[in-house]
């Protein structure tokens, strides 16, 4: 999996959809979305007296959120890096966190 952190600064929609259409003209494209912002995003907790707790947010104190994310099929982390840092999230103060995904049986 790829996790998309970024600050959404200097990538242009055109270079996210030629991206887009490169992981899933490889071949490698299982699933995919970008996140609503992150004022859209609530939170919830389970309290000490087992209360469910419901809160706006998180907010991030950095400029990096969690904007989105690739599920690739790749054969080893070098082919999943090599993806990432193709990414247009990965310029620009962005990161990618490239993560495995379990499968239970």
């Given at each position: 999996m ?10 242009t ?15 490698i494209f299982?699933s ?40 690739i ?26 993560r495995?995904?379990?499968e239970?049986?």
């Open positions: 790829l996790l998309i952190h970024g600050s959404g600064d200097g990538c929609p055109q270079e996210w959809m030629d991206y887009d259409k490169s992981v899933r003209e490889a071949g299982v995919g979305e970008s996140l609503a912002e992150q004022a859209l995003a609530t939170s919830v907790t389970i309290g000490e007296s087992g209360e469910r707790v419901v809160t706006d947010g998180p907010y991030a104190e950095a400029r990096e959120v969690l904007g989105g994310f690739y599920v099929d790749v054969p080893d982390l070098d082919a999943a890096t090599d993806w990432a840092a193709r990414c247009p999230g990965a310029r620009d103060g962005g990161s990618m966190v490239v495995p995904v379990v239970y049986a």
